[in-house]
């Protein structure tokens, strides 16, 4: 069973609009980080925002918000006010008390249109 | 700059050919991870090197064979590769091997074509 899952493979999204990235995971783990990256196309992965199970305030880094739903096991990134530069794959993903891998979603490839 | 480099950025090679990749990272991180990335999958963990462990992805072919001669650096020696082994492969580390909050570093990644 997919542990984490990105159910939008790509997205359009005009400049300067706010855009949600969607992510909904899967654990028994009580607790447990969310992280999201972003990778131009230049191929490294730049590490955007963390939450965790445990963080009662959902996370915030500049533009970057992360809509944290635990219940609903959700972890959306918000990015406000989008910029061309923000074009790129977007990956969620998860580290467990469990386990020591950080498991990866299939990612959503952002394009932002002037 | 990042603090994880990795060597070559492209690589094409034969299926006959040795190669190896290079990773070094100067954060002082104490766990360092080599993984590829296909096109369409999600990213597949191959080796784990940590204080605390190594840890091998038991579905990776040996003709990959990893390589941590101490803490900073990190070496993936290719073999005999084949045509599907053509893909990215990231180098990322991280302060320890296990913790919820630990985050991982990428390098840029090597993007190989076995031909």
Same mark, same amino acid.
């Given at each position: 069973?997919?542990?984490?899952?990105?159910?939008?493979?790509?997205?359009?999204?005009?400049?300067k609009e706010a855009v949600t990235l969607d992510c909904t995971y899967d654990t028994s783990d009580q607790s447990y980080g969310l992280f999201w990256y972003k990778q131009p196309s230049s191929g490294e992965m730049i590490f955007l925002i963390?939450?965790?199970?445990?963080?009662?305030?959902?996370?915030?880094?500049?533009?970057?918000?992360?809509?944290?739903?635990k219940a609903r096991?959700?972890?959306?990134?918000?990015?406000s006010a989008s910029q061309l530069g923000d074009s790129a794959m977007y990956f969620c993903a998860m580290r467990e008390d469990s386990n020591y891998q950080?498991?990866?979603?299939?990612?959503?490839?952002?394009?932002?249109k002037p | 700059e990042?603090?994880?480099?990795?060597? /070559?950025?492209?690589?094409?090679?034969?299926?006959?050919?040795?190669?190896?990749?290079?990773?070094?990272?100067?954060l002082g991180?104490?766990?360092?991870?080599?993984?590829?990335?296909?096109?369409?999958?999600?990213?597949?963990?191959?080796?784990?090197?940590?204080?605390?462990?190594?840890?091998?992805?038991?579905?990776v072919p040996s003709r990959f064979s990893p390589e941590c001669p101490n803490s900073s650096h990190l070496f993936l020696h290719l073999h005999?590769?084949? /045509?599907?082994?053509?893909a990215l492969?990231?180098?990322?580390?991280s302060p320890r091997g296990r913790g919820v909050n630990t985050e991982a570093f990428f390098g840029q990644g090597t993007r190989l074509t076995v031909v």
């Open positions: 069973a997919q542990k984490i899952t990105q159910t939008q493979p790509g997205m359009f999204v005009q400049e963390y939450q965790g199970s445990y963080d009662e305030q959902n996370a915030t880094e500049g533009r970057y918000s992360l809509n944290f739903q096991k959700s972890a959306n990134l918000v990015i950080l498991i990866w979603g299939a990612g959503t490839k952002l394009i932002i | 990042t603090g994880v480099t990795q060597t /070559p950025r492209h690589l094409v090679m034969g299926m006959t050919n040795k190669k190896s990749l290079k990773c070094e990272q100067h991180h104490n766990a360092m991870y080599w993984y590829k990335q296909s096109a369409k999958k999600p990213l597949e963990l191959m080796f784990v090197y940590s204080l605390e462990e190594r840890v091998e992805n038991n579905s005999t590769l084949q /045509p599907e082994d053509s492969y990231l180098c990322a580390s």
